[in-house]
């Protein structure tokens, strides 16, 4: 069992409320306060991953894909209510974290969203997930393999649930783009540091 001593590393969850008119009906129909998950390397949000639509104005294709604060979908929207959830790992599960992220970049081909995965997500029907994920389950899969406990079957993760994550620490509530925009000013003033 690791110990909070031994936990140097997070990553992080995000969820968000875009205004898309698939959203608004996951949303209407779910009644969660957030219709999309994505997880970050970074709390920068500059590693961030989900599985959401490929082109901007089109919801399908959708498959893997890295996402961009202000741009595609979060570029549509001046105002995107968001959670941001810090989830600490050690050493060797970022390693992991990471591995699991360049594998799909690499063999991101072989990867798409499941629109019936929304149904069994709604209805809390396991599935066995392979190569079609939607945005929870995702996020849910890789802290399952990253080695984070969950609760139930990654495969039953909606948005909502990834809210309630027993190691998630809840270190940001309010606009997304604000955020974003905050915390890469801050690293632009970081001392860099010369190899002598």
């Known amino acids: 069992m690791n110990t909070a001593s031994e936990k140097k590393r997070s990553i992080y969850v995000l969820m968000t409320r875009t205004g898309t008119g698939p959203a608004r009906v996951i949303r209407l129909f779910s009644r969660m306060e957030y219709n999309h998950a994505s997880i970050s390397g970074d709390a920068a949000l500059n590693q961030l991953y989900s599985f959401c639509r490929n082109y901007t104005y089109v919801p399908f294709p959708a498959s893997f894909n890295k996402e961009f604060i202000g741009e595609g979908t979060f570029g549509k929207f001046p105002v995107i209510p968001c959670e941001i959830y810090e989830i600490p790992l050690t050493e060797e599960q970022y390693s992991h974290f990471q591995c699991m992220i360049d594998h799909f970049i690499t063999c991101r081909s072989l990867y798409s969203y499941s629109v019936i995965g929304l149904l069994r997500v709604k209805m809390q029907i396991e599935s066995e997930l392979r190569n079609k994920f939607v945005c929870s389950q995702f996020v849910a899969y890789v802290l399952e393999e990253c080695g984070v406990k969950l609760d139930k079957d990654s495969s039953l993760y909606s948005p909502d649930d990834l809210r309630y994550l027993p190691d998630a620490k ?24 010369s190899a002598v």
Not at 181 to 186: A, D, G, S, T, V
């Open 170 to 193: 809840l270190i940001y509530r309010g606009e997304l783009n604000r955020y974003y925009h905050e915390q890469n000013e801050k690293l632009s003033y970081m001392p860099m540091v």
